[in-house]
């Protein structure tokens, strides 16, 4: 997916600079990292990362037990948000 998703970020951000409206465009995921080498134990960071300006905004350590969810982040109002299916719960849409 990640060849999509860089080619519909670079056309958001076209967009946006061709209109001159300042719209936020952030993707958000985590990633799990094993400890020590060992696959069934690992911690998770979770990221916020500014598209418009090539930059982490928010990243943060949980335990391997904590999903994946738009309320680990601020949501900023008029921002677009891009994420992976994880985040596709009702809860966290009804948080955006």
Do not use: W
């Amino acid at each position: 997916i990640a060849p999509v998703f860089l080619d519909v970020a670079k056309q958001c951000l076209e967009e946006n600079t061709k209109s001159n409206t300042k719209q936020h465009y952030y993707a958000l995921d985590a990633t799990n990292l094993s400890i020590n080498g060992n696959k069934s134990e690992y911690i998770r960071i979770h990221t916020q990362y500014d598209i418009n300006y090539c930059c982490m905004k928010y990243a943060f350590i949980t335990d391997n037990h904590t999903s994946e969810s738009t309320f680990h982040f601020p949501i900023e109002e008029g921002a677009v948000y891009f994420a992976d299916r994880a985040y596709a719960k009702a809860h966290n849409k009804q948080q955006c």
